[in-house]
């Protein structure tokens, strides 16, 4: 009887190791992610693109940045408004 749940506990703990050895890599992966955004935070030099365009890729970020940057002027001016 002993045996039997010596091997569930065995088959429990062997779950459990699994389960948070695929959470640990995912955890790894967000954690790189932040440190990156953190180092465009706070040197966002370092972050910006050297390197030479596609035809147009310029004109488009410089549209999409436009873009972005206005949806975000109208998210701001909803929050001020609204009083949140």
Not at 18 to 35: E, F, I, K, Q, V
Not at 36 to 59: H, I, T, V
Request: charged share 25%; with cysteine.
């Amino acid at each position: 009887m002993s045996v039997r749940i010596l091997c569930r506990c065995g088959a429990a703990l062997f779950f459990v190791l699994l389960a948070s050895g695929c959470s640990s890599s995912g955890t790894s992966s967000a954690r790189r992610d932040t440190l990156l955004g953190n180092q465009c935070k706070w040197s966002p030099r370092s972050c910006d693109y050297s390197g030479p365009y596609d035809p147009g890729e310029r004109a488009y970020a410089e549209k999409e940045a436009a873009r972005l940057n206005q949806a975000e002027t109208e998210r701001l001016r909803h929050i001020n408004l609204s009083g949140k």
